[in-house]
């Protein structure tokens, strides 16, 4: 059972846009930042956003996130079939002095 | 270029103790965050604890009493020991670097190496 409650599947068509959920409480996501990973089948997870809504170089704009309140998200637009991952949310909680992930979507892009 | 490394056995014996070492390329371990984050097969992350070069830790308190997680500047590496294992730690284990403890980002994984525990 993860902290962090994400559906464990999302699917969209080619070039449509999806979005991704991550609930979380106040001691985690209602207290700190948030971040984002993409992990391809059989690779290291791979950092997409940070800082709820922040993006590392070399991160495609179609890759968005934000949060409010308690629940943060990731949005995808404009999705290609190299965007079929899992995708996990990150943050800390202070109530249980640990980092704490989502139990993972995962992405089909149909 | 950043790059980590696992290395480690990959088959423990339950009861005993799993020893990775994250080789650490490109970057002063002597600055920043170094993480152990593990997956088991087919399921989620979990973060098992970080260290600051400096001998500073913070563990999972999931996982604190079986854990340990050292530095070796010279060699630019560091380290995770898990005591007394079993069947329920077998997992992909990852070493990650963050600029900080708390939230702040792992920018930077290691491929991950699969470690099996059975008899």
């Known amino acids: 059972q993860s902290v962090l409650t994400q559906p464990p599947s999302v699917s969209a068509a080619p070039g449509q846009k999806v979005t991704i959920s991550c609930s979380g409480s106040s001691s985690s996501i209602g207290n700190d930042y948030v971040s984002w990973y993409q992990q391809l089948p059989g690779t290291a997870p791979k950092l997409l956003i940070y800082e709820n809504n922040k993006r590392p170089s070399g991160i495609p704009d179609r890759f968005s996130g934000s949060k409010s309140g308690t629940s943060a998200t990731l949005g995808i637009t404009g999705l290609q079939t190299g965007d079929e991952a899992d995708y996990y949310c990150?943050?800390?909680?202070?109530?249980?002095?640990?980092?704490?992930f989502g139990g993972g979507t995962k992405l089909t892009v149909l | 270029q950043v790059q980590l490394q696992e290395s480690g056995p990959g088959l423990v014996k339950p009861s005993e103790t799993l020893s990775l070492t994250c080789t650490v390329s490109g970057v002063s371990i002597s600055s920043y965050y170094w993480s152990w984050i593990r997956q088991p097969p087919g399921k989620g992350l979990e973060w098992i604890g970080y260290?600051?070069?400096?001998?500073?830790?913070n563990y999972n308190p999931s996982l604190k009493s079986r854990v340990t997680i050292s530095v070796d500047t010279s060699k630019n590496q560091f380290s995770l020991k898990l005591r007394s294992v079993t069947a329920a730690d077998t997992a992909v284990y990852y070493c990650?670097?963050?600029?900080?403890?708390?939230?702040?980002?792992?920018?930077?994984w290691g491929q991950g190496t699969l470690v099996t525990v059975s008899s």
């Open positions: 990650a670097r963050s600029y900080g403890s708390g939230s702040y980002p792992f920018d930077y």
């Open positions: 990150g943050t800390w909680d202070s109530s249980l002095g640990a980092g704490v």
């Open positions: 260290m600051f070069y400096s001998g500073s830790t």
